[in-house]
């Protein structure tokens, strides 16, 4: 092929790549609502990244830092990026033409009755091969990789996030059984203190034997939750260290009580704003045009593909052709062109295109799930605060009210004014009360942490522009 016509075929194959190209498609826009339907605060700002050093508690931040370092969720994580990102860098290398460097060298020997010869030949040449992306498959098989990469990336954000929230969860948890131990503790304290009033009264023959023997048996039933409450925190603290990627024993943590934390208050802002702010939806939406790009890449393989060829160098002979041989050490070029186009394969590429038509369908479907589901997620977690808001005075009136009458029974009691019934139903109704309300502000706490989660806790995407839209 002469320069001029390899000049013409150059330019003709330009001109068709840019003309022949696929083009992807973009998927149905998803409408989401103006707003939320529970009440949130309209003074309270978005979640930051931070959004733990809030509750005011300098163990439960260095406890989060360290799950951030070591917890093996976030250490696979990691390390799929990375396998996700060297993936990408393989695609797209599919875009550029490969060069590589040769050298070979063969020697010949031979005799027969017209004597002996003998010939060494050798090259050392420099190659080059690319493959004409007409339809766009390269190009599409890398933006599906590079997808792929921000899904990764995403997916580390989301279990970096699910980590960090389980960590403020864990510690809540073992604050409030330390608590509600605390709690259990004086319940049994105060029933054997009646106890021994009891007893006493007994003993000079004003209190009955089925008095005494309930009393008994409310002091050993006030016993048996303490086991069951230690048990429970041993539990929490193992579950804890897990999320700190550390071993259970010898792990324990400092705070004693949920009443030293500070509840941070967190605003919800407008739902479109999930979009941006959401790793999980992000890594569904790169998942979407990865699988679009994949389909590209289906489509391409259904029409020909062109491959040009090149080589250069230096080797002997020169030239070592059917028709010409030069013999000798000199420069040489080899230039060559190649076109495939599949005639017959029994429907397997279109069955292929078929699957990745498919694939691409079911991961809208997927989005729009992740979407609906981020909108429950928020929802849940205002209504909870919404509601958990208006049982406050409820609940601190209740505690206060049973604390008062179970004293004042008791020194009514004590008089030989009152009746051991009325002072049995005050403890109990006191207990009940204090253990309550210590399960009432751990469901506070874990409710601004999994609002603080379902808004992405402070997570930010600087994404391509979304297929999304508010819905007016």
Not at 100 to 114: E, I, T
Not at 223 to 235: F, M, S, T
Not at 263 to 283: C, K
Not at 306 to 323: D, F, I, M
Request: charged fraction near 20%; hydrophobic fraction near 50%; charge should be negative.
């Amino acid at each position: 092929m002469s320069p001029p016509t390899v000049r013409l075929a150059g330019a003709a194959a330009v001109m068709l790549c840019a003309g022949c190209a696929l083009h992807e498609t973009q998927p149905k826009a998803v409408g989401l609502p103006a707003a939320f339907e529970a009440p949130a605060p309209s003074d309270a700002a978005w979640p930051s990244l931070d959004w733990y050093k809030g509750f005011g508690s300098p163990e439960l931040q260095a406890l989060i830092e360290q799950a951030a370092s070591a917890n093996l969720d976030l250490v696979m994580a990691r390390a799929r990026v990375t396998q996700a990102d060297a993936r990408a860098r393989q695609a797209g290398a599919a875009i550029l033409p490969s060069v590589d460097a040769g050298g070979n060298g063969n020697y010949l020997a031979g005799h027969s009755v017209n004597g002996s010869a003998h010939e060494t030949d050798w090259a050392a040449l420099l190659s080059a091969s690319y493959e004409v992306d007409f339809w766009g498959k390269n190009r599409a098989a890398a933006r599906a990789a590079s997808s792929l990469a921000d899904a990764s990336k995403a997916d580390r954000d989301t279990v970096a996030l699910t980590t960090l929230a389980g960590v403020a969860d864990g510690y809540f948890q073992v604050l409030a059984l330390r608590e509600r131990l605390g709690v259990a503790g004086a319940n049994w304290d105060a029933a054997r203190k009646l106890l021994e009033v009891i007893q006493a009264r007994f003993d000079v023959g004003v209190a009955n034997p089925v008095e005494l023997s309930t009393q008994k048996a409310v002091l050993a039933t006030a016993g048996l939750v303490l086991p069951e409450l230690r048990q429970r925190e041993a539990e929490a603290l193992a579950a804890l260290a897990l999320l700190l990627g550390r071993a259970p024993e010898q792990f324990t943590v400092e705070g004693r009580s949920l009443d030293a934390l500070v509840e941070p208050p967190v605003g919800a802002g407008l739902p479109a704003e999930l979009l941006r702010r959401r790793p999980d939806l992000f890594m569904a939406e790169a998942n979407m045009r990865a699988a679009n790009a994949d389909l590209l890449v289906a489509r391409a393989a259904l029409f020909p593909s062109l491959t040009l060829t090149a080589s250069g160098g230096v080797q002997n002979p020169a030239l070592n052709a059917a028709v010409i041989s030069l013999s000798g050490a000199g420069p040489t070029l080899n230039l060559g062109a190649s076109i495939t186009q599949t005639i017959f394969d029994r429907g397997r590429l279109r069955a292929v295109r078929a699957e990745a038509q498919a694939k691409e369908e079911e991961l809208v479907a997927a989005y729009s799930a992740a979407i609906l589901s981020a909108l429950v997620d928020v929802e849940n977690a205002l209504s909870a605060l919404h509601h958990l808001d208006e049982a406050r005075a409820l609940q601190e009136q209740s505690v206060a009210e049973t604390e008062r009458a179970f004293a004042g029974a008791t020194l009514r009691y004590k008089a030989g004014s009152g009746d051991f019934l009325s002072v049995l139903e005050a403890q109990r109704a006191l207990y009940a009360a204090r253990d309550q309300y210590s399960q009432y502000k751990l469901a506070r706490l874990q409710a601004v942490v999994a609002l603080c989660k379902a808004l992405g806790g402070g997570w930010q995407a600087s994404a391509p522009k979304s297929a999304i839209k508010e819905s007016q």
